[in-house]
């Protein structure tokens, strides 16, 4: 059982930066791929980056490659997505999601986070 917090969200100027963090309890966080999605009104949740258990390889949505940066600290049972030159397409609700495997398809993950608001201004 794994159970995840996020935060960091808030309203940003386009161009700006903002930094997400994830929160995990249970004494096998470093067994899980920790990965965010997010979702806009009206659209479906979608991947954004994923982090295999090591730490090692990190995967990115093209929309948000070169702009956003996924990392994890397993000692301190903590994901963290640093979001730089956000774009008002940023806008949605992000959420940090673990499990064994490895996927972009957010079906395939079992432990979601309550989500935390993401909104550029244009």
């Known amino acids: 059982q794994v159970q995840l917090v996020e935060s960091g969200g808030g309203l940003v100027q386009a161009g700006g930066s903002l930094r997400l963090s994830c929160a995990a309890s249970g004494r096998t966080f470093s067994t899980f791929v920790m990965g965010w999605f997010r979702q806009a009104p009206g659209k479906e949740r979608e991947f954004v980056a994923r982090?295999?258990?090591?730490?090692?390889?990190?995967y990115y949505a093209d929309s948000v490659k070169g702009r956003f940066t996924i990392t994890r600290d397993n000692a301190k049972n903590t994901v963290v997505l640093q979001m730089n030159s956000l774009k008002p397409e940023d806008t949605a609700v992000y959420y940090c999601?673990?499990?064994?495997?490895?996927?972009?398809?957010?079906?395939?993950?079992?432990?979601w986070g309550q989500g935390t608001q993401v909104t550029v201004a244009s």
């Open positions: 982090v295999t258990s090591s730490g090692l390889r990190t």
């Open positions: 999601a673990a499990d064994l495997g490895s996927s972009q398809y957010a079906a395939n993950y079992r432990y």
